[in-house]
């Protein structure tokens, strides 16, 4: 029997709220199948599950979230943080959407303290970890989605996943991103668990790749050395992007990635010079505040409050334009992470890993604590998920 990817989860993005005899039900689903799972395999594992794009989404259509929209996250996510107990599933949950997502520095260390005793340096380690995780993908990686929503969850240990989604008003899709603190030696080494999103975006800087590496170590010596010299160089890639018609950026080479080769930057190629647009305003104070702290790698250059999405393209394109160390253009997202994707892409589907995600989650439903009759309905969403992702022939 052959199985063929037959679609890929949209994420488009929908205004208004569940309903609230929805969220009741899902509030009610979300603590039986959580705490199923937490018994019989425990928190991190747990955590683990929810840092899978895929398995988060069956998960929202099993407690009945039929949409795959944007608001899959913020509803299952809200609906978590409804259900879960600390003193039963021994997983706090902090943040949320707007300004909520905000308050997980103020939130962690009441949750971690208040329920768990955790020491200081756990808890400072769970704040960074959320502060991080937005600064990478609101900065380092430059994918036209902006932040709104953002979560946290954690258990006794100190073990944490974050959830957060952006939101691409061009095209009015929505993007969702996944981390997991078993995944994470460098907050700007490839950390993440898994992005997912309709799209893949052009032009985008990705300066978690390893292939911006070398980049990474010019931009900390760039940060790093004298402030003048920095000036010089910004004014130098300035000048030449506004007299592009002189053909002042001739002298720089890129890669043309859908070609393999290597073609002159100029004014009949402007999807490159879109690409290199350097920022019109730059914050020279916080430049200077940056040279002080004489930061010694790139995620404590990019942890230093104040550098955003400005500071990391201006510093990159200065290595790649001047210094000739190249950053990743080709954006991280992937479609469907854990069992592949349409013709291969981004690689073949894998029928075991995919089976083995749905019998995971179908028997937690079996052996959470409900009805009859509301498991009956838990399994039916979830053959229905399946059978929308992909055609059993």
Known sequence: MALRASAI???????GHAPAYLVRRMVKLSYAISKAIIDEYGQPEFLRRLSDPLWFQALGCVLGFDWHSSGVTTVVTGVLKQSLNDDVHGISIAGGKGKKSTETK?????????????????IDNLVYASRMAAKVDNAAIQDSYSLYHHVILFDEHGNWAVIQQGMNPGNKMARRYHWISDNVRNFVAEPHAGIISQYKSPNTLDMTSTDSIDNQKICVDLATSDINNLKSSVYKVTTAHYNVEKNTLDKWIVRDNSTSEYKTFDKNNNNLIEQYQMPRRLDWNLFKRIYDIQ???????????????ATVRALSLIGQLIYGTKASWQDPVKYNFAHGGKDGVPYPVARKTYDQSISYLSSAIEGAEIERVEKVQALKKLAEYSTKMFNHE
């Open 106 to 122: 103020k939130d962690i260390p009441k949750l971690a303290e208040k329920y768990y005793n955790l020491s200081s340096t756990k």
């Open 295 to 309: 930061p010694r790698n790139y995620e404590q250059l990019i942890s230093i409050q104040g550098v955003g999405p």
């Open 9 to 15: 989860m949209n994420l488009p993005l929908h205004g």
